[in-house]
């Protein structure tokens, strides 16, 4: 995984660290930060202001109206920058907002080609505000990524993937898909939210955008709403920014230091996420009375190959069928559990389940979403960093 120890010399040690060239272990924690220059705080204050003192028009320090920028969020987003291997962050009022700006990149009559198994949110987004304005939307199985190439036009513009995907948990070949995007001059977006930066690296493997909800694993805790998108290109970063302030759709100082804070922890939240999600899969899979269970981690899963290959570990997301395979059977189990919440999300420090249909997914028609697989007997759980005995206990109580 994220090893701190290497054969480095003490010497090129204090030159990566002097040109953050950090392990990802230590980039949680201080990439792209510094001491406070006021006071030396350790911890970005929170620059809870809407306005700057000027000392005459356009002579200020840097900021001059929150909207643009604040101290506090341009912290959050050099962290967000170093921790995916991006030069240039960009942190807004939620994920689907982050996703709104990609969007507002494109024009009329331009193209989009999207995973078939996407988050809810995102679907309706799409489907139901950007078709509206003439933007077509394709939505499509890429796990095949030969396929993908079927779909492309000279009006195409805009790759949007998603792996492991929300809440098939497939896996589609980052690295594939790019090469078709360079190929045909469209750009890459990847949704990172399930993996995070701790397991997988869009940008290396050649995406363009990184998008996050980082209301998830990147804050960690179930107690902010924020979205993140990620670049290399300035020419890109440049009219992301315009868009952010442009739109206005920023998230606030406090907000900014909460996610700011749960990345300092995400390395050791996602490995204990991950050890808990191989135990429960391990569990479910053994259980005659589940019927499919979906987790890359298998070596049986669909595209495992590509998961041990882009991924450093295979996450604490797992989705499952009861058998029986009614919306009634999801239900009564869900609503049994005691140590699991149902409720809403995912990522947090606490383990939730949820059913997509009525869920996550609920935007989604039905023949539209039973075509990926998203059946009304699905039961989708966030695995969180508890006692993966309690975990288990639980979850075989409520399947009985």
Known sequence: MHSSKDNNTFESIIEDVSNQKLKFNSKTIHGGQQPDKGYGAVMPPIYQTSTYAQTTPGGHMGYAYSR???????????????????????????????????????????????????????????????????????????????????????????????????????????????????????????????????????????????????????????????????????????????????????????????????????????????????????????????????????ENHPNHRIAKSQMNDFGGMISFVPQGSSKEDAIRIIEKLRVFTLAESLGGVESLAGHPASMTHASIPKAEREKSGVVDALIRLSVGIEDAYDLIADLDQAIG
């Open 68 to 298: 643009s920028a604040n101290p506090t969020r341009t912290a959050l987003e050099r962290s967000l920058a170093s921790i995916e291997n991006g030069n240039y962050g960009l942190a807004f009022g939620s994920g689907l907002a982050a996703i709104d700006a990609v969007i507002k990149l494109l024009k009329p009559g331009d193209e989009v080609i999207s995973t078939n198994d996407v988050y809810g949110g995102s679907y309706r987004l799409f489907k139901q505000i950007f078709e509206k304005f003439g933007i077509n939307f394709h939505f499509i199985g890429m796990q095949n990524v030969d396929k993908i190439e079927e779909y492309v036009t000279a009006n195409t513009r805009l790759l949007w993937v998603e792996s492991p995907t929300n809440p098939m948990m497939n896996i589609i070949d980052i690295k594939a898909v790019s090469l078709i995007a360079k190929k045909h001059q469209i750009l890459l977006a990847v949704d990172n939210t399930f993996a995070t930066p701790y397991l997988q690296t869009p940008l290396d493997l050649g995406a363009d955008i990184v998008m996050h909800s980082a209301t998830k694993y990147l804050g960690g805790h179930s107690d902010v709403i924020l979205g993140a998108l990620v670049v290399k290109n300035k020419e890109l970063a440049d009219q992301l920014y315009f868009i952010q302030n442009a739109s206005g759709a920023v998230c606030g100082p406090m907000d900014s230091f909460l996610v700011l804070r749960g990345i300092k922890t995400l390395h050791v939240r996602m490995q204990r996420h991950c050890e808990n999600g191989k135990a429960i899969a391990e569990y479910l899979v053994k259980h005659p009375k589940i019927e499919k269970v979906y987790w890359p981690g298998f």
